[in-house]
């Protein structure tokens, strides 16, 4: 009990964290069968989190089975006191799951058809996923390229241009060879920097993209990379 209470706690004031797609996956297609069944939301999330529970305790208990996910446990545990506390099924996923899937329970709650909805989030999910490996598929050729040439502008950088030095002063070096010595220490020395540039803008890309839906959405979405699905 003081356990759940100190949860319920960190949640409050941390934040809940997000579901993963296949946490949302699973909660979503439990609840379209268990609705469909004419079973109530809070009866239903009950009944997953004792399947959930009883599942983790066996894994637990097995050293040799991967780790069981705990995050949809803890989504559960705060969803039903919310829900049996009077709010609906929209307002008690709040902060776990994305704000357009709140939109779509919203809207389904009001034409009464969430089954319906939670299969077609379960699609959608699935189609995030493929699209994802479809994207990540089409950039990791390039990448590897990228690296690859990063690695040998080092190489050179570090290990043949000054044994060339030895033998011809810097300043009478022809201009490629500058330019790789430049550019190979600018690697060396920075590396961490410009993969934290990369990243961080790989992340803004994609998640300005997610929500932007301008006048400009159809060109990005013509573009190399974005046009891949």
């Known amino acids: ?12 004031l941390v934040g809940p964290r997000k579901l993963s797609r296949r946490d949302r996956k699973n909660l979503y297609r439990g609840m ?15 009944l997953m989190l004792e399947i959930l529970t009883r599942s983790d305790k066996a894994i637990a208990a097995n050293s040799s089975a ?28 709040a902060g776990f799951v994305p704000d357009s899937d709140i939109l779509q329970l919203r809207a389904a709650r009001r034409a009464n058809v969430i089954p319906e909805t939670c299969f077609r989030l379960c699609d959608s999910i699935d189609r995030e996923s493929s699209l994802l490996g479809t994207v990540v598929a089409g950039i990791a050729y390039p990448l590897m390229i990228f ?6 502008i080092v190489f050179y950088a570090k ?38 540039v990369m990243a961080t803008s790989v992340i803004a890309v994609f998640s300005f993209l997610r929500n932007y839906t301008g006048r400009g959405r159809t060109t990005i979405d013509k573009m190399p990379i974005f046009s891949l699905y």
Not at 147 to 152: E, P, Q
Request: one cysteine or more; charged letters at 20%; glycine letters at 6%.
């Open 32 to 46: 379209a069968n268990r609705l469909q069944e004419g079973f109530g939301a809070a009866e239903t999330w009950r």
């Open 147 to 152: 690296f690859m040439l990063g690695a040998i």
């Open 159 to 196: 290990r043949v241009l000054p044994a060339f030095g030895q033998l011809v002063p810097r300043d009478r070096w022809p201009t490629n060879a500058r330019i790789v010595d430049a550019v190979g220490t600018l690697l060396y020395d920075w590396w961490w920097l410009i993969l934290l």
């Open 66 to 93: 991967p780790k069981f996910e705990k995050r949809l446990v803890k989504c559960l545990r705060v969803a039903i006191p919310r829900i049996e506390s009077g709010q609906h099924i929209d307002q008690a996923l």
């Open 1 to 12: 009990m003081l356990n759940e209470l100190l949860q319920n706690a960190k949640i409050i």
